[in-house]
């Protein structure tokens, strides 16, 4: 999905903030703010969003010479998933149907996103839970989702913020143990999870851990590892969540599972789904 | 008050507003938008957001050719604003306290603004109606401000968005007759009123209607013309409706009478009430 000029204030947005993460110095923020929005002004927008988004993320570190200015935020997100474990965990026990109590976790995980939001509360995250249980999930049958996880050899998840991860490793529980592989940034993107933040989330106890080589917030094939594209172009199932996800991979040329909710008004456009829809979607592939 | 660095994304998403406003074009669309984020990238920013406001509104309508990209916007609001005056007129008519009503009509008014909400609705004129009369209003006594207006020799009212100066009219209908003047924009500003729209909402019945000579989106003195300059600084009360007045005024060297709600974090910061406030403010003077 290509960005469109809409994207470029809330991408201003996400400069800011990402800004204000990276220094506390006034004149710095704003010379780096500055150096964003003459970028913006030249660049090549007929790429994905967050291909964009990866462009401002490098400045912000370049002249910031902070490397990961969301770690502590990261941290802190992942603790607070971590601390709903056990309520999660007390869902699934409960559940008549685990997979897809698994997979409105997961989803649940999906609303914790700086990207797209300026702030997430503590209580928020335990209505999310709430409201992820009993809205519908659009799009897709998750039974084919169910049957092709469930005799797939291989399956490559492709994981989105830090904090969400947690709430991923229950869904990735209800999997066949042993044939998931998960894929995380391959360097600080927002608030996305890196190797460092899969593992603080437990990722590593469900699933093999491996990075796609990029560090732009989305998964942009071009941009990833020889192996990680040879890791998408043969597993047998691949389950890429979040919106960023979506936006850089919706025109693959593979079949993927997308789970996310619509988060902005351009992807509710191109999906054909309000903001706010949970959605499973698959590429035509 | 000095624009700050968190005002770029939002003056980049009123850049965006008005282009789509100007042209239908994409390409174009993307160019204007390309060259107001070239201009912020190095624009002074030691001024007050509204006179970087107006700069943005400069390219805008110097790249489009369209010179009042709002003109429809305000009509509609003017028009929705005057469907409500029977309504406005019992409220007046059943009140104790006429004055406080029409200052309660005139902060409600101030409710529609695009430059800090993206569309109004005909229903949310309603609710905010309701709500004006019934929320708080802070800051200064509204008895001193009725005492100096009941006892001024000449009044300058400074209006602000189309629609709402005619809620600005049943405040004015409450001063004396005679000795109120209104000032709008001296030329097209985002939904600013300008003569002909304030004409359009009957405010010469009630006042003489002045225009201040400039084209921003506020009162940015020095680019007023000499004689709204003497006016301003000759009346015995000056009376400041809006957010965008207040930003550019809130430092002047006379007692000011704002009377605003408050609609982001940094007039929030920079006032000490929270967003979402209704003030009647003075300025030291």
Redesign the interface.
């Known amino acids: 999905m290509i960005a469109r000029?809409?994207c470029?204030?809330c991408l201003?947005?996400q400069?800011?903030e990402a800004?204000c993460m990276s220094s506390g110095d006034?004149d710095l923020?704003?010379r780096i703010?500055?150096?964003c929005?003459?970028w913006?002004?030249?660049a090549d927008?007929d790429v994905s969003p967050p291909e964009i988004a990866a462009g401002i993320g490098r400045i912000v570190m370049e002249l910031s010479g902070r490397d990961d200015p969301y770690r502590e935020v990261k941290s802190l997100h992942t603790d607070m998933a971590l601390k709903l474990l056990p309520r999660m965990d007390r869902m699934l026990a409960k559940s008549a149907d685990p997979f897809l109590t698994g997979m409105r976790l997961a989803i649940a995980g999906n609303i914790i996103d700086l990207g797209a939001r300026s702030q997430v509360e503590d209580a928020d995250i335990g209505d999310t839970l709430r409201e992820a249980m009993e809205l519908p999930i659009l799009g897709e049958d998750p039974e084919d989702l169910r049957r092709e996880t469930g005799r797939a050899g291989s399956i490559l998840y492709l994981a989105d913020n830090a904090g969400e991860t947690v709430f991923d490793r229950k869904f990735i529980q209800q999997m066949p143990r042993g044939r998931v592989t998960v894929a995380v940034r391959g360097g600080p993107a927002i608030n996305d999870a890196t190797l460092d933040d899969a593992r603080a989330a437990g990722l590593h106890e469900v699933a093999e851990l491996v990075s796609n080589g990029s560090p732009a917030p989305a998964t942009v094939l071009a941009d990833c590892s020889p192996s990680f594209q040879r890791l998408f172009a043969e597993a047998d199932v691949v389950i890429s969540k979040g919106q960023g996800n979506f936006e850089s991979l919706s025109g693959v040329d593979r079949k993927v599972h997308f789970l996310f909710r619509v988060k902005c008004p351009l992807v509710a456009d191109h999906t054909g789904y309000p903001e706010g829809s949970l959605l499973l979607l698959h590429s035509r592939g």
């Open positions: 000029m809409e470029l204030p201003v947005r400069a800011k800004v006034p923020r704003l703010l500055r150096r929005l003459a913006m002004a030249e927008l």
